[in-house]
């Protein structure tokens, strides 16, 4: 079969540019679709990080203004893995400090809609007839409301079938009103409820959920769960009129990258079957965070963002009973002021037995992975979650509340699931501190039964989390997309 070409475009990508999942899934699923054989090609920013890191990249071709709003910009190409990346060069819109949604002082930069809107249309472009490439994109897949209006101008100006990729939907880009169709490039005519237009402000969310030829969340789960009032943001209605459009494809991980037998981030590299040095891990990370060095009782890690979503506050609840379990707690993250003063307070009453480090640093979460008994992700919604896929591959069971993809992805323990041999980590009964005690009293339970406790860690370690699984699915879903186009 012909191969695809196919354009991913992505308003992030890791490690140069990530505040989430989906810079994670834009460094891996192009390579996957890559090493299958596809022509895949990745649009992006060129943000100020990713010049740093391409400084070799060269011109491929210049694009004049393609709307009254949007100034001409450039596209630079570069490589990265083996993969072609199209670096969109706008000085005046991507070259700023901050990430690359919100200025240094946390406030969305006032013309995200412009910066956006450019990438969208750009998106649009290479699967049009007026590519400025000899290349033409055959799909263009969109992920989150950043790219998302690229499906709009696909639908209204012809050209390649479109895939929008859901990876959270509490985050739309809404934006102005009427006017800002006609500053974007959109004909006036696409200004209707079941175009553009939402409750009278500009979506590209919604418009991508409207006119996109297929559409992909990251779990099953999650597909089911923004179909419900509840988890869709207002958008359920528009997802129960296209479920049958909607695929639930559960993200991978880079089994590269994530790999507890050559991780160059652990003192005691360990597999499946040498969980002893597992332990020696535990060792480590207990003397690096000032952690009193204990062999009786479990190491829980938590590496996440600190918001109401992720659940941390339920921890922090019970939070002054983790010594008494007997159990440690190890943290890395960052997010609400709140939540991060309470982690450290809770961390300044109990020296020895619980730390806390504000910040992200890349090297000490696999070295948490590996070093904790136990991954904690009580999150209240989580679209898919990758946390919990990196603390299978490293043997360290996660306990999860059944949203999203932790409802895919983690199998809680009990004597049918042993025997099946599928049990890897531990589930709540509830979204509340309680049931988060109740879990925890189990993990402690559990782990004092060793061979019990390497059982549940093969098991998660046996999980194929790679990405090629998700490829297959997505490379299915551009048929389809293609189909419906067609």
């Known amino acids: 079969m012909k191969a695809l070409a196919i354009l991913f475009a992505t308003s992030e990508m890791a490690p140069g540019v990530k505040t989430g999942g989906l810079g994670d899934v834009a460094a891996a699923l192009p390579v996957a679709l890559h090493q299958a054989r596809q022509d895949v090609r990745v649009l992006i920013p060129a943000y100020p990080a990713l010049k740093k890191t391409f400084p070799e990249a060269t011109l491929l071709a210049e694009i004049p203004p393609l709307a009254p709003a949007l100034p001409a ?16 060069d706008c000085p005046a819109l991507y070259e700023r400090p901050g990430n690359p949604y919100l200025d240094p002082l946390g406030n969305d930069w006032p013309d995200n809609p412009i910066r956006f809107g450019l990438l969208s249309r750009v998106a649009a472009l290479l699967g049009q007839e007026q590519s400025p490439l000899a290349w033409r994109a055959d799909v263009v897949h969109a992920n989150d409301w950043q790219t998302a209006l690229a499906p709009a101008f696909l639908h209204y100006g012809g050209g390649a079938a479109s895939v929008l990729t859901v990876h959270n939907i509490a985050f739309q880009g809404c934006f102005g009103g009427e006017p800002l169709v006609t500053a974007l490039g959109l004909p006036d005519f696409s200004w209707r409820f079941d175009g553009v237009e939402y409750h009278g402000q500009l979506s590209f969310l919604k418009a991508g959920l409207q006119l996109a030829s297929q559409l992909s969340t990251v779990s099953p789960t999650y597909a089911r769960e923004i179909q419900d009032e509840h988890f869709g943001y207002a958008l359920a209605p528009l997802l129960r009129h296209r479920r049958d459009d909607l695929r639930g494809i ?22 499946a079957n040498r969980l002893a040095a597992k332990r020696r891990n535990k060792i480590a990370l207990q003397n690096e965070m000032g952690l009193t060095e204990a062999s009786d009782r479990p190491l ?74 136990a991954f904690l992700m009580p999150s209240r919604f989580e679209p898919c979650g990758l946390n919990q896929l990196y603390s299978l591959r490293y043997g360290t069971p996660p306990v999860v509340r059944a949203t999203g993809g932790l409802a895919d992805t983690v199998i809680d323990i009990s004597e049918e699931t042993l025997a099946a041999r599928t049990a890897n ?20 339970a559990t782990w004092q039964d060793k061979k019990l406790w390497q059982r549940l860690q093969q098991n998660g370690m046996r999980r194929d989390s790679s990405w090629a699984q998700a490829a297959g699915a997505y490379l299915a879903l551009y048929h389809d997309a293609l189909a419906r186009r067609h």
């Open 73 to 88: 910009a450039r596209l630079l190409s570069a490589h990265a893995a083996g993969l072609p990346l199209l670096l969109l």
């Open 250 to 271: 559960l993200n991978g991980i880079d089994a590269t990258t994530w790999n507890p037998a050559n991780d160059p981030a652990l003192v005691h590299p360990y597999a």
């Open 300 to 373: 829980f890690g938590v590496v996440s963002r600190l918001t109401h979503q992720k659940g941390h506050d339920l921890l922090l609840a019970i939070g002054d009973g983790l010594p008494h379990l007997p159990a440690q707690l190890v943290l890395l993250g960052s997010g609400d002021q709140q939540i991060e003063a309470g982690f450290l307070a809770l961390a300044r009453r109990h020296p020895g037995q619980i730390a806390v480090k504000l910040g992200f640093d890349e090297a000490l979460a696999h070295r948490i992975e590996a070093g904790a008994d």
């Open 425 to 444: 980590g531990f589930v709540l009964a509830d979204e509340s501190p309680h049931a988060l005690w109740l879990a925890l009293e189990r993990v402690c």
